[in-house]
């Protein structure tokens, strides 16, 4: 016969295994919405866009596993699979926490620009690569511009590098310049990519977009004014951290305000999460 305290350890037991059941069948609904986060991972990037059908795509993993944690909270703990991960140029603040991610998820493919890092983990990199490839059978496809991403209605143009960019000896300007759309929205990811960049963007594409990853964790070499005017966003996140570039700059903070476009923060604001319906852009934002 179970006494008293046995009763409420298996009570307890009950309930958590009962809510545990419940989150999974709540995390393996399929979304139908397209959900867009901005991690906080300190002075680097991080993207992930959940398109609907809950196809993962993760843009950049930041400067080391902070980015194991931030993606715990938006996955079930039992999801240990993203369809793709793409890398926006070789820089530590971009791949180095994707060594980790390549080693604790599965992944369909690994997309990137073709170039090598300078950094000597990029070898680490690419070693993890090559084993998630091995064991996984995942894709490693090179994209330039003019190439398109395409799931149902969801598709990411590749509006640069060029050729001439792509050999630059800067490597932010071989940045992978992705525009998400789907329907009437828009959201452009634009890595680390100076004025110069900007310039050739505004001269070749409408570049008009609900949202804006903005370039450079907002340096002042970002952020030029004929280019926001052009892109004219609602919302324009700033992934930044602690760091000693005064990161973002009074300048381009101005030029954002200018605009009127609505400026979230990474370093402020935590994990940033927009949830697009109906044309409708929901923000959420969870800091610790």
């Keep these: 016969m179970l006494n008293r305290n046995h009763l409420i350890i298996l009570f307890i037991f009950l309930v958590a295994f009962d809510l545990f059941i419940w989150s999974l069948i709540i995390f393996n609904n399929q979304n139908k919405n397209l959900e867009v986060y901005f991690f906080d991972i300190g002075q680097g990037d991080s ?57 604790r998820y599965k992944i369909g493919a690994f997309i990137y620009n073709g170039r090598a890092g300078e950094a000597k983990a990029f070898k680490d990199l690419e070693n993890a690569i090559k084993e998630n490839l091995k064991e996984n059978g995942a894709l490693k496809i090179i994209l330039a511009q003019s190439d398109k991403i395409k799931y149902r209605d969801n598709v990411f143009d590749v509006l ?50 609900d949202v804006l990853k903005v370039g450079h964790h907002g340096s002042k070499f970002s952020s030029g004014e004929e280019f926001l005017k052009k892109t004219n966003p609602k919302i324009s996140v700033i992934e930044v951290g602690k760091n000693s570039y005064g990161h973002p700059t009074t300048q381009t903070l101005t030029r954002l305000a200018n ?20 044309n409708a852009i929901n923000i959420f934002k969870k800091k610790w």
């Design 160 to 209: 640069s590098p060029p050729k001439e960019f792509l050999a630059s000896k800067e490597l932010n300007d071989t940045t992978l310049v992705l525009r998400l759309s789907i329907g009437n929205f828009r959201a452009l990811f634009t890595g680390d990519i100076g004025e110069n960049i900007e310039k050739y963007l505004v001269e070749n594409f409408n570049i008009g977009a």
């Design 47 to 103: 993207e992930m866009v959940i398109l609907p059908g809950n196809v993962k795509v993760l843009i950049d993993g930041g400067p080391d596993k902070k980015i194991l944690s931030e993606l715990a909270d938006v996955l079930s703990p039992t999801d240990r699979y993203i369809d793709l991960i793409i890398l926006s140029h070789p820089q530590m603040d971009h791949f180095a926490g994707l060594i980790d991610v390549l080693k």
């Design 259 to 278: 605009i009127g476009s609505q400026i979230f923060r990474t370093d402020f604001d935590g994990i940033i999460k927009l949830v697009i319906h109906n």
